[in-house]
């Protein structure tokens, strides 16, 4: 089944001894589900505590003397004023302001930042700033290192049996700590899942034994791809490939929170030029989020109709939602007919289905900022 | 009942033949959260699509067994897609078909032969 050029990563033994059904996933042989399924996993993320491998992201370290205006200039974040053990969400823009990909940057330490990017995007993405570091400035790819994501409302208590450093953590801070007895640690608290959660970067070496540890207490069951596709969808996130590609700016994409005011101000990030006109009068297309009413779920690719019937717009994600029990979609469509509350229509195999057009996200977060 | 290599099963009662999927196809596509069914009346040709059925990730066709004309589709599956998976060789059906040709059905595969092929994936 699986190809074998695949990579692999090193919870992949775990996975095939728990039955999961794997696939190709940006170039790594990953877990898509596990003998559960992706109903009953989604369901156990939101209700207890769900344990995914996301090792084929990439990790890297940026530091050296300048290493925030380095970064600064390819994304729209002030990066200089990001306070140690604090992370941020972010994006590398062309010159043109579209995504090359979203990321998570973070100081966990003193030591500039730890960033992590898409899978299927780190080898692009790691060239694309190395070309771009002055002197001083370099980028240290994490190869040896894992990466999980432990995430629902047990999480916490879950990983304050083997991670005691993290009790003072709040959403979206990171933190450079010991757990798992004196594995060194990156740790944020953060996920793609809408809960409260944590992303957790290890040694490879140590990555089998922490995810049997963790796997070991009776509120934690690993969960594949599939249902984090589906909890990230019921939390509004994109996914990069999908909702968010090189010609999409963050304000079509509805990610202006990550460019940063003082950014703003100085209009001094690659595509800075569009970016803020978007800002100052809305941009041609907009994120639109879909309440599918009735009939087949509207996937990837379907039309979005207005109320006559012309086309006008596009589904970019779209599935079925477990924890609302009726099909979810988002896409792209002109800013006048994203407000909540708009009849519109999908087109599914040729039949149009009647949605609304509802406030991301569709299932509230429950991220702790304050521990 | 008789089995397709596309993983569909066939009951033939007289000239009816009751149509779904097989529990291998059913397990192999999880949670199946809507069916779309075809129309009464329509016409099917062995091998067409006659079928769309989604799980949480994705949509798969279902291929027509034989040729025939569609006189029920599985009223329940609308309100309760998740019987496919409960119960995929009996309440989980998709369609009764009104058959042109015996022949269709006797060459499809029996219960062993279709076994055997799943030995094979």
Not at chain 1, 139 to 155: C, S, V
Not at chain 2, 112 to 118: E, I, N
Request: glycine content about 12%; hydrophobic content about 45%; proline content about 7%.
């Amino acid at each position: 089944m699986s190809e074998p050029e695949l990579k692999r990563t090193p919870l992949h033994g775990a996975h095939l001894a728990a039955g999961a059904r794997m696939a190709g996933f940006a170039g790594y042989d990953m877990p898509i589900q596990y003998p559960d399924g992706v109903m009953k996993e989604h369901a156990w993320t939101r209700t207890s505590a769900g344990l995914f491998d996301v090792s084929h992201m990439g990790q890297a370290r940026l530091a050296g003397e300048g290493w925030a205006a380095a970064f600064e200039a390819v994304t729209p974040g002030d990066f200089a004023a990001l306070k140690p053990g604090r992370q941020k969400y972010s994006v590398l823009l062309n010159d043109e302001g579209g995504i090359l990909d979203d990321l998570m940057a973070a100081r966990p330490d003193g030591e500039g930042l730890f960033i992590v990017v898409n899978g299927a995007c780190k080898d692009e993405d790691f060239r694309f700033l190395e070309a771009r570091l002055p002197a001083g400035v370099r980028l240290t790819r994490l190869e040896d290192r894992a990466l999980f994501a432990l995430q629902g409302p047990q999480a916490a208590a879950v990983l304050a049996a083997h991670v005691p450093g993290f009790v003072d953590m709040a959403f979206m801070d990171s933190s450079a700590i010991t757990g798992f007895g004196g594995v060194d640690l990156i740790v944020s608290r953060s996920g793609y899942t809408g809960e409260d959660g944590f992303e957790i970067s290890l040694p490879a070496a140590e990555a089998a034994r922490a995810w049997d540890l963790l796997l070991a207490d009776d509120r934690v069951r690993p969960i594949g791809l599939g249902a984090r596709d589906s909890l990230r969808l019921e939390a509004g996130l994109p996914l990069y490939g999908h909702d968010v590609d090189p010609s999409v700016s963050p304000v079509e994409a509805d990610l202006s929170f990550a460019i940063s005011p003082s950014r703003r101000r100085r209009g001094d990030f690659p595509g800075a030029a569009r970016i803020l006109g978007e800002l100052s009068s809305a941009p041609s297309r907009a994120r639109i989020a879909l309440k599918v009413l009735e009939g087949a779920p509207a996937r990837e690719g379907a039309v979005i109709v207005d109320g006559a019937g012309v086309e006008a717009g596009v589904v970019t994600s779209g599935g079925f939602s477990p924890t609302l029990g009726h099909p979810i979609a988002i896409g792209f469509a002109p800013p006048a007919l994203c407000a909540p509350g708009r009849r519109l229509g999908v087109v599914v195999r040729g039949r149009t289905w009647p949605v609304e057009t509802v406030a991301l996200p569709f299932v509230p977060h429950r991220y702790v900022r304050r521990p | 009942m008789r089995f397709t290599k596309d993983h569909e099963w066939v009951a033939l009662d007289g000239d009816i033949a009751t149509v779904g999927i097989t529990a291998y196809a059913a397990e192999q596509l999880g949670d199946v959260v809507y069916v779309e069914t075809p129309e009464p009346g329509r016409a099917l040709k062995a091998g067409e699509g006659m079928a769309v059925v989604e799980s949480v990730k994705a949509a798969s066709d279902v291929y027509a067994p034989l040729s025939g004309e569609v006189v029920e589709a599985n009223p329940g599956l609308a309100g309760a897609p998740e019987t496919v998976n409960a119960e995929p060789e009996s309440g989980g059906w998709f369609a009764r078909v009104r058959i042109a040709d015996r022949a269709e059905y006797d060459a499809l595969m029996d219960r062993a032969a279709y076994d055997a092929f799943l030995e094979t994936l």
